[in-house]
């Protein structure tokens, strides 16, 4: 079946730059999507990509993907304090009835 | 940007009653909602999809006599969760699927709903 896999933790210093990465299985995919969740709180779109593409740029936030490997990353350039929350790949197929799958979300922590 | 507004954002009730937890998405119409539980630490599970004007698919292991959920609008999907039990605590949260003429696929989530059963 469909699954999507994330590395559990990461941190990094202040001003670095973060990679979240993020495997998936289904060769189908047609939307990949990076959710971000701060504590007791819902998810925020980030940002997503078509599986057509293989990068987009949105300030601070590029999506890479490789569709051969099923591999999509996060890169968060300067990262900051505020940035410091549960980062989800999701992915589905492109169809109204396609559930969206979700990993297991990457904790990013920010160090001084 | 698109919003999707869940009510309420928290919620405590007695075991053995029941709790309704609406989902709206403001400013868009919605094809498909969904709703998810996530319950400490742990990623979101999807609970059930439902399309409106049609009966909710539910997950493997989702009782879907328990979770009744109700799509009667395009901007409105409701979670009612019947006799509620402690185990049933847990924090809830619905998305929206943006219905739209382009091949924008885009989901919205609302902002959660903490259930706390005592």
């Known amino acids: 079946g469909e699954d999507v896999e994330q590395s559990l933790f990461l941190s990094v210093r202040e001003g670095d730059s973060s990679v979240i990465n993020c495997t998936y299985t289904d060769s189908s995919s047609t939307y990949l999507y990076w959710y971000k969740q701060e504590p007791g709180a819902g998810l925020q779109l980030l940002t997503y990509?078509?599986?057509?593409?293989d990068m987009k740029q949105d300030q601070r936030l590029t999506v890479l993907l490789n569709k051969k490997d099923k591999h999509l990353s996060l890169r968060i350039a300067d990262t900051q304090t505020g940035d410091s929350a549960i980062y989800f790949c999701?992915?589905?197929?492109?169809?109204?009835?396609?559930?969206?799958?979700f990993g297991s979300g990457t904790r990013l922590s920010i160090r001084p | 940007g698109a919003v999707v507004s869940q009510h309420p954002s928290w919620v405590i009730c007695k075991s053995g009653t029941s709790v309704k937890i609406e989902c709206r998405s403001l400013?868009?119409?919605?094809?498909?909602m969904f709703w998810y539980r996530q319950f400490p630490k742990q990623s979101l599970m999807l609970m059930a999809t439902s399309n409106e004007g049609s009966k909710a698919t539910y997950e493997q292991g989702v009782e879907k006599d328990k979770f009744l959920i109700n799509h009667a609008s395009l901007t409105l999907s409701t979670l009612t969760v019947t006799s509620a039990h402690p185990e049933d605590s847990s924090f809830y949260i619905c998305?929206?699927?943006?219905?739209?003429?382009?091949?924008?696929?885009?989901?919205?989530f609302g902002e959660g709903s903490w259930l706390t059963v005592v």
């Open positions: 400013d868009f119409q919605a094809t498909t």
């Open positions: 998305s929206a699927r943006v219905r739209a003429r382009s091949l924008t696929n885009t989901i919205y």
């Open positions: 999701a992915e589905t197929a492109y169809s109204s009835a396609s559930k969206i799958i």
């Open positions: 990509i078509f599986s057509n593409m």
